[in-house]
C-alpha cells in the first residue's frame, strides 16, 4: 500500500515563493507518474502539475504553466511542487497522487487516474 504525505504548506505573501513536498512510502512508487492536485472548499479537484516516473517528462495546467515547477528524487521517493510568484488565486489545499500503472507513458490530468492520494498540505496566499 502506498502511503504519501505532503508537506511545506503555509501562509504566504503574493509574489512569493514556496517549494512542497510529497514523500511516498510502500509500492514501487518510483515506477509511478505522480501529479499535484489542488481543491479549494466546495470547488472541484484541480489539476496543477504532473512527472512521468522517470521525471523527463512533465506536464502543467495552464494557471501554473511559467510558475510552478514539479521535479522527483526517486532514490529519496518524494516529489516536489516548487511554486513562484504566487497569487491569492493559489490558496488552496494541495494534494499530491500517485498512479499506480508502473511505468505508464502518458501523464494524464485527470484525477481519477491517480489511485493514490496524501491528505493534503494548506497554501494560503495573502494578498
Known amino acids: 500500500q502506498v502511503q504519501l504525505v505532503e508537506s511545506g504548506g503555509k501562509l504566504v505573501q503574493a509574489g512569493g515563493s514556496l517549494r512542497l513536498s510529497c514523500a511516498a512510502s510502500g509500492g514501487t512508487v518510483s515506477s509511478y507518474n505522480m501529479g499535484w492536485f489542488r481543491q479549494v472548499a466546495g470547488k472541484e479537484r484541480e489539476f496543477v502539475a504532473a512527472?512521468?516516473?522517470?521525471?523527463?517528462?512533465?506536464h502543467y495546467a495552464d494557471s501554473t504553466k511559467g510558475r510552478f515547477t514539479i521535479s522527483r528524487d526517486n532514490a529519496k521517493n518524494t516529489v516536489y511542487l516548487q511554486m513562484n510568484s504566487l497569487k491569492p488565486e493559489d490558496t488552496a489545499v494541495y494534494y499530491c497522487?500517485?498512479?499506480?500503472?508502473?511505468?505508464?507513458?502518458?501523464?494524464?490530468?485527470?484525477?481519477?487516474?491517480?489511485?493514490?492520494w496524501g491528505q493534503g498540505t494548506q497554501l494560503t496566499v495573502s494578498s
Open positions: 512527472i512521468s516516473w522517470s521525471g523527463g517528462n512533465v
Open positions: 497522487a500517485a498512479d499506480s500503472t508502473s511505468y505508464r507513458a502518458d501523464l494524464f490530468p485527470e484525477d481519477w487516474m491517480y489511485e493514490y
